[in-house]
């Protein structure tokens, strides 16, 4: 059972627009987001996270949405440059709940065109 | 480099061999977690560990995996008798507390080891 899901395996965006990755949870215990960017070959390295007594959370270029009514999350890049070319990983835990494993979701590979 | 630290980055083993990942968690962390990517899937929970203590273990395949950390040294994730199967990509990470607030929990993840089982 897929607690976690990124539904597009990829995704393809131009330079200086907006990217946006989605992720879906089914698991209504779990009560903190992260996400984080993977080059190959290399461990995944965080990116932002939001607690879900949140709906927002920015840092720089990234924003993170929660919509746990709908258990959705995404998020944002804008503007998207080159360098942000990677595999990007949402991630959940049940903190309140004393668990701490991330359970995280299959993946979109972003690739930002010049 | 105040980074989580693995090694070794790659290793090879035949089938039927030990396989004994290492990995040093950033200064100042006492919560170390180990994950396995296997090809085209996501990173897959396998155990969480304190100083001496095994807090959550339920990743874990039944036999020949184990996992350790002692009060010295780093944490030390075993795999005997590899087979085929075995071959994955595994990732140490760490985090600062177990205080339960959300932010003190985010795990900072080492390069990982990729092991090949021949």
């Known amino acids: 059972d897929q607690q976690v899901k990124q539904n597009s395996p990829s995704l393809s965006v131009q330079e200086g627009r907006i990217s946006i990755l989605n992720c879906d949870y089914t698991n209504s215990m779990f009560d903190y987001f992260l996400w984080y960017k993977k080059y190959p070959a290399e461990g995944p390295t965080f990116l932002i996270s939001i607690s879900s007594i949140k709906d927002k959370n920015e840092d720089g270029r990234f924003t993170v949405f929660l919509n746990k009514s709908a258990k959705h999350l995404s998020l944002h890049i804008v503007p998207s440059q080159p360098g942000d070319s990677a595999v990007y990983f949402c991630a959940a835990s049940a903190v309140a709940s004393g668990t701490y494993k991330y359970i995280f979701g299959t993946g979109t590979r972003l690739k930002v065109l010049a | 480099n105040a980074g989580v630290m693995q090694n070794p980055r790659h290793l090879v083993r035949r089938r039927g061999q030990e396989a004994r990942l290492r990995c040093s968690p950033m200064?100042?962390?006492?919560?170390v977690y180990w994950y396995r990517q296997l090809p085209e899937e996501g990173l897959k929970f396998m155990v969480y560990l304190q100083k001496e203590n095994i807090i959550d273990e339920s990743g874990m395949p039944k036999e020949r995996f184990s996992a350790e950390f002692p009060k010295e040294g780093p944490s030390i994730l075993r795999i005997q008798q590899v087979v085929r199967g075995d071959s994955a990509a595994y990732f140490c990470?760490?985090?600062?507390?177990?205080?339960?607030?959300?932010?003190?929990?985010?795990?900072?993840f080492g390069p990982g080891t990729r092991l090949l089982v021949l």
């Open positions: 200064k100042g962390h006492s919560h």
């Open positions: 990470a760490s985090s600062l507390s177990g205080t339960g607030f959300p932010r003190e929990e985010t795990q900072y």
